[in-house]
């Protein structure tokens, strides 16, 4: 996968790679902050359910929880 510079145009290749990424971050099961289950589902944008414990909790809109979550959690 090289491109040229020339290839390169308006950054469309980038944006749908990230989207990429986003799409399957969004379809993986994540792990649930109470149980620990790879049961944590997004059921809206921002909210995330476990279907393990019923554990449903607030955090990022592509991820259960974000860098700063992650932090606090420390
Ligand atoms: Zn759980």
């Known amino acids: 996968m090289s491109f040229g510079p020339r290839l390169r145009t308006r950054g469309g290749a980038t944006l749908r790679k990230r989207w990429t990424r986003?799409?399957?971050?969004l379809?993986?099961?994540?792990?649930?902050?109470?149980?620990s289950?790879?049961?944590?589902?997004r059921i809206?944008?921002?909210i995330w359910r476990c279907r393990k414990c019923g554990f449903?909790?607030?955090?990022?809109?592509?991820?259960?929880?974000?860098?700063?979550?992650?932090?606090?959690a420390r």
């Open 22 to 25: 986003v799409v399957s971050t």
């Open 27 to 35: 379809r993986r099961p994540h792990k649930c902050p109470r149980c």
């Open 56 to 72: 449903t909790f607030a955090g990022g809109a592509y991820q259960p929880q974000t860098k700063l979550g992650k932090l606090a």
């Open 37 to 41: 289950a790879m049961k944590v589902r």
């Open 44 to 46: 809206s944008v921002g």
